[in-house]
């Protein structure tokens, strides 16, 4: 069973799922494979997997991976929507941050409505950051099933593992949008994640059952939890 996507997978979950597995059918009988690299996107899964699956001809192939996608898709959204403002060279517009060292009380007020976004959004321009990262990974995926499938293999998407915002605690929000804030500035806010979540995951489900794939929905399994 090869496990791939990005450091979602490279951190650790398939070792978890290999214990049980081993314990189960025998430690003989199970060989997993953590294929798992750190801010992939599902383009640089592909590229990977055209070189190593044809080596190892896994069984299974279980793909877990897309935020990297959106955060690469709602980035190239504002680097297109500063260049039609005229401001295709700033760098802290396209990232949504100034690149410059910042003390920790500024960061903290950027993120917790401190500062504003200077870029001039339309619902259009929002559809475009939403749908790009989302059209980049369904992509992306097509054509990691096609491979898969030229090798006789089987293959699972999973969803995002994401929690159920309406559920969290004041400090959860706080915690997560200061992370969504200070690693993917690009996204703007834990709300605007969501709904870019919300729509890959729509994407995947759907991508699945038109290509025939298994589904491994973690949102469900989770049950929202935070």
């Known amino acids: 069973i090869a496990f791939v996507g990005d450091s979602t997978t490279y951190n650790g979950y398939p070792a978890l799922v290999a214990s049980r597995l081993r314990t189960r059918?025998?430690?003989?009988?199970?060989?997993?494979?953590?294929?798992?690299?750190?801010?992939?996107?599902?383009?640089?899964?592909?590229?990977?997997?055209a070189r190593l699956l044809p080596l190892w001809r896994p069984h299974f192939v279980v793909h877990a991976g897309?935020?990297?996608?959106?955060?690469?898709?709602?980035?190239?959204a504002r680097a297109q929507l500063a260049e039609a403002v005229g401001r295709p060279d700033d760098p802290g517009l396209i990232f949504g941050t100034q690149l410059r060292p910042r003390g920790v009380v500024d960061s903290v007020n950027r993120w917790f409505g401190a500062a504003t976004d200077p870029l001039p959004w339309t619902p259009a321009w929002r559809g475009i950051a939403e749908t790009t990262g989302v059209n980049m990974a369904v992509e992306a995926r097509w054509k990691l099933a096609r491979l898969v499938w030229r090798l006789g293999g089987k293959l699972w998407f999973t969803t995002l593992s994401r929690s159920d915002i309406s559920r969290l605690?004041?400090?959860?929000?706080?915690?997560?949008?200061?992370?969504?804030?200070?690693?993917?500035?690009?996204?703007?806010?834990?709300?605007?994640?969501?709904?870019?979540?919300?729509?890959?995951?729509?994407?995947?489900?759907?991508?699945?059952?038109?290509?025939?794939?298994?589904?491994?929905?973690?949102?469900?399994?989770l049950g929202g939890d935070p």
């Open 25 to 49: 059918f025998g430690a003989e009988r199970v060989e997993v494979l953590n294929l798992g690299v750190p801010a992939a996107r599902s383009d640089t899964t592909y590229v990977l997997l």
């Open 66 to 76: 897309g935020r990297n996608d959106l955060v690469i898709g709602a980035t190239r």
């Open 169 to 221: 605690s004041a400090r959860q929000h706080e915690r997560l949008a200061l992370e969504i804030g200070l690693l993917w500035p690009g996204l703007e806010s834990l709300e605007r994640y969501d709904r870019h979540a919300a729509a890959l995951d729509d994407a995947t489900r759907a991508l699945a059952g038109r290509a025939g794939v298994d589904v491994i929905d973690a949102q469900a399994a």
